[in-house]
């Protein structure tokens, strides 16, 4: 089978290198480190493993919606994608992490292939946050010009999407008032990681 063009691009640069050196232990962990990534991006959580699939998918308000979650059977299929991920982890991940393995090509090519379509899901899914909607709310003409009020809006952001929406707003100054974003992004900016913050200067 030729692995690479049945995967998301992304995912095949993630397992490429341990694949390729027949590591296929290594490159079963590297598919589900993708997932993690994928979903930490997706809700701006740093938590890993069950922790993270929990606080992403579980609960009444979950993060990260698999669908509308309008009926009944919609919430069986979230509880249910929470269910399946859990078990990469806990059957799949954390034992070839910490006990010895040798899986087979057919093994990592099964698995590869399942969190390919597990990512699909979860690029699918939805998050309470979407930056179009937040971003109109920070060229409100309405925006309260107070740095209270930009702090409540910036704590909205999920850490993951903090970047992109300066830069964002920062190309859009010219349909916003100079004050009220001066006080939106001085609060952004102070959320910056040090690595961020460079990369903003530059």
């Known amino acids: 089978m030729n692995l690479e063009t049945k995967l998301d691009s992304r995912l095949w640069d993630a397992v490429k290198d341990t694949y390729e050196n027949r590591d296929f232990t290594g490159a079963i962990k590297d598919a589900i480190y993708f997932l993690s990534g994928l979903i930490r991006e997706k809700t701006g959580l740093e938590s890993d493993g069950v922790a993270l699939v929990g606080q992403a998918l579980g609960g009444k308000k979950p993060k990260l919606r698999v669908n509308k979650l309008?009926?009944?059977?919609?919430?069986?299929?979230?509880?249910?994608?929470?269910?399946?991920?859990?078990?990469?982890?806990?059957?799949?991940?954390n034992p070839r992490s910490h006990e010895k393995y040798n899986d087979s090509p057919a093994e990592a090519d099964a698995i590869i292939l399942y969190t390919n379509y597990l990512a699909t899901i979860i690029d699918a899914s939805r998050t309470p946050f979407t930056r179009k909607e937040f971003l109109s709310r920070v060229f409100d003409p309405s925006f309260v010009e107070s740095m209270r009020y930009a702090q409540l809006l910036v704590s909205e952001i999920p850490k993951g999407q903090r970047m992109q929406t300066f830069i964002e707003v920062f190309r859009g100054k010219e349909n916003g008032e100079g004050k009220k974003l001066e006080y939106f992004t001085k609060a952004l900016y102070a959320e910056l990681s040090d690595d961020e913050q460079t990369q903003i200067h530059e």
């Open 70 to 93: 309008q009926s009944e059977s919609d919430w069986n299929v979230q509880k249910g994608m929470e269910q399946i991920l859990r078990g990469m982890y806990q059957a799949i991940r």
